[in-house]
């Protein structure tokens, strides 16, 4: 006879059974697990989560599988079908990171003195009073506008209608501590809507001021805010459709509603080299912070294509200005610079090697790209101006290379330059070059030379130098005086200033990196002279001419005539305060008074419009 003891006795049967249940229940992980990790989903099962509902600091590696926003009920880029899809996605380099060099001064080695630090909070405070005062104009007369026209209190719209100053202040308004106008800012941006509408839409500024602007304040909460990130991620899936061309090379100036109605674009065959290589920052920041390789992947396609024809053009190292991006070309033209239509290009070298931590083939080719980039330069636009005071200054200039194929240089300096002496000073460090470093300082001291020196005390849009034969210290004379419009400057070929950012961007980059205090009494010069002459009675606006000298009182009467547009030509002020106003000079000029730690060149990377990227822990 035989004994059977139910469930808590021996069977014969059970060890059969437990087989079965073990392998079941690995099937079923493993389904679960691959249905997680792709993007494959099923009828019966519902759409797992993508989106983080909450999290305690930004992520230290991709997220995977990559996150997805959640569906809100309005349009959506990625359901609009692409003419030209990618099929294998190139994806950023293993979450391993090598430790970069250290950027930043060792400040904690000396403490400051008392009285130092008393001047420093004064004139911190002075720049934050200023950018109150525009935020409290722009909310007023503007707001969820483009821009604010400031002597006539009304708005305008340029870059694609959805608050340009809004979303490019947001991270300026973090890191001043204006926490209360912060959330209602980031709640006014909850309500934009990145639908197609008529207009053509410059991607590089859409990328640079909108995106950067968002993936900004989203570090800056360390992560936390996830209404930013999902606003970043339906403006960059927008943003990645302007890709979707035959060579994948994008299409700068593009129409969503074109897009969105599946009619074909074509990228520019008369394009400028800024606007085709000044995505790499805002996108791999995007992708570091989603999962969503699509957008590293646009960007090294680009890569790609700068490295492989660096070498080939007229100056090589140095890509032109002009460019063909539909076959893509990047050689052809003969003017070279780092002015307009070029900067960002060769500023986001050596940020994007630094945002991928040295990390990946991609990182490397940044690198190389960097190097060959700033030796030519160096060799080829770097010239010494005559100046009255023999300063060992280094000016930026233009060039063309003419049929014979010799090079002729244009000493017209440009405002915009002046980015080159932060980005070489940046450069030296991240790539161990030291003599990158003393070439930042001579170009940052340039731009520091001509505000010092100019009428006003403002440096102009443009204007011609009398360059020197070589670096080496030359003669000025009397024959070279009377050449000259105003002593050092030749000709003022554009007596405009427009709130730009360049010159202090430099200066804070050379006070982070050799902890030089005179760089902070520099900056407060520059501020001072700045602020009492773009002041109007309710922001800040661009100057027509800055070698005029004219003392500005803007009145009702004064709104009025530009409202109607009487006499606009004769007055001091142009109706004009761009966006970077705001998130550019008046953020750099703030941080230069900060506590160095605050936003550390260790810790973040600027994009072009001065938006910081968490760089990782």
């Known amino acids: 006879m035989h004994s059977r003891k139910g469930s808590l006795g021996y069977s014969p049967y059970r060890p059969r059974a437990q087989t079965r249940w073990l392998w079941l229940a690995l099937g079923i992980a493993v389904s679960l697990f691959l249905i997680l990790r792709t993007e494959v989903t099923f009828w019966f099962l519902p759409l797992p989560s993508r989106f983080p509902s909450s999290q305690t600091s930004c992520p ?35 979450p391993e990171r090598v430790r970069l060099p250290k950027v930043q001064h060792e400040f904690e080695d000396a403490e400051a003195p008392l009285y130092h630090e008393l001047m420093r909070k004064r004139r911190q ?17 503007a707001w969820k506008k483009d821009e604010l026209l400031p002597v006539s209190a009304g708005s305008k719209t340029t870059f694609g209608g959805w608050g340009a100053t809004l979303v490019d202040s947001l991270d300026t308004l973090w890191i001043m501590g204006l926490t209360d106008e912060f959330r209602e800012a980031v709640q006014a941006v909850t309500e934009i809507d990145f639908a197609p509408g008529d207009r053509e839409l410059n991607m590089f500024e859409t990328t640079i001021r909108y995106l950067g602007g968002l993936l900004a304040a989203y570090d800056l909460t360390d992560c936390k805010d996830n209404r930013l990130l999902e606003k970043a991620m339906e403006l960059g899936d927008m943003i990645y459709m302007s890709f979707d061309s035959p060579n994948r090379m994008p299409i700068t100036r593009w129409s969503a509603k074109k897009a969105a109605g599946g009619e074909e674009q074509s990228a520019a065959a008369q394009g400028i080299i800024a606007e085709l290589a000044s995505f790499s920052l805002e996108f791999t920041r995007l992708s570091q912070l989603t999962g969503d390789m699509r957008y590293y992947d ?30 893509p070309d990047l050689t052809s033209d003969n003017l070279f610079s780092l002015g307009t239509m070029a900067d960002s290009a060769y500023e986001y070298l050596g940020k994007t090697y630094q945002l991928l931590h040295n990390t990946g083939a991609t990182a490397s080719q940044y690198a190389q790209m ?6 030519a330069i160096i060799s080829n636009l770097l010239f010494r101006p005559r100046t009255p005071d023999d300063a060992e200054i280094l000016m930026p200039a233009a060039a063309r290379i003419d049929t014979q194929g010799k090079l002729r240089s244009d000493y017209t300096a440009q405002h915009l330059v002046c980015f080159a002496g932060g980005m070489l000073a940046l450069g030296s460090k991240l790539l161990g070059n030291t003599s990158h470093l003393e070439y930042g300082r001579k170009v940052t001291e340039a731009c520091i030379w001509s505000y010092t020196h100019a009428p006003n005390g403002i440096m102009p849009e443009m204007f011609r130098m009398t360059p020197c034969p070589s670096h080496a210290p030359c003669v000025y004379d009397d024959e070279t005086s009377k050449t000259q419009q105003f002593p050092g400057f030749e000709r003022v070929t554009d007596a405009r200033y427009m709130l730009r950012p360049e010159a202090i961007e430099s200066v804070f980059y ?5 902890g030089e205090r005179r760089y902070q009494d520099v900056a407060w010069s520059m501020f001072e002279a700045i602020e009492k002459r773009t002041r109007t009675g309710i922001a800040n606006a661009a100057i027509r001419d800055v070698t005029l000298k004219v003392e500005v009182t803007e009145t009702e009467e004064l709104k009025k005539r530009v409202s109607v547009g009487e006499d606009e030509g004769k007055l001091a002020l142009a109706d004009s305060m761009e966006s970077f106003w705001m998130a550019e000079t008046l953020k750099y000029f703030y941080l230069i008074f900060s506590e160095p730690y605050v936003l550390s060149l260790d810790e973040w990377v600027f994009n072009t419009e001065a938006h910081p990227f968490r760089l990782g822990r």
Do not use: C
């Not at 396609?301 to 076959?327: C, D, F, H, M, Y």
């Not at 960097?370 to 030796?375: H, L, N």
């Not at 050379?510 to 050799?514: A, E, V």
């Open 60 to 94: 230290s590696s991709p997220p995977s599988p990559s996150l997805i926003s959640p569906p809100r009920g309005q349009f959506s880029w990625r359901n609009v079908t692409q003419h030209y899809p990618v099929e294998t996605l190139t994806a950023l380099p293993a």
């Open 125 to 141: 405070a002075a720049v934050k009073t200023t950018f109150e005062r525009s935020w409290k104009a722009y909310k007023e007369y």
């Open 298 to 327: 646009a960007v090294t396609r680009v890569t790609a294509v700068l490295s492989e024809q660096q070498n080939s053009t007229k100056i090589p190292g140095l890509w032109p200005v002009g460019i063909n991006a539909q076959k």
């Open 370 to 375: 960097y190097t060959s980039a700033m030796d």
């Open 510 to 514: 050379m006070y982070r990196i050799t």
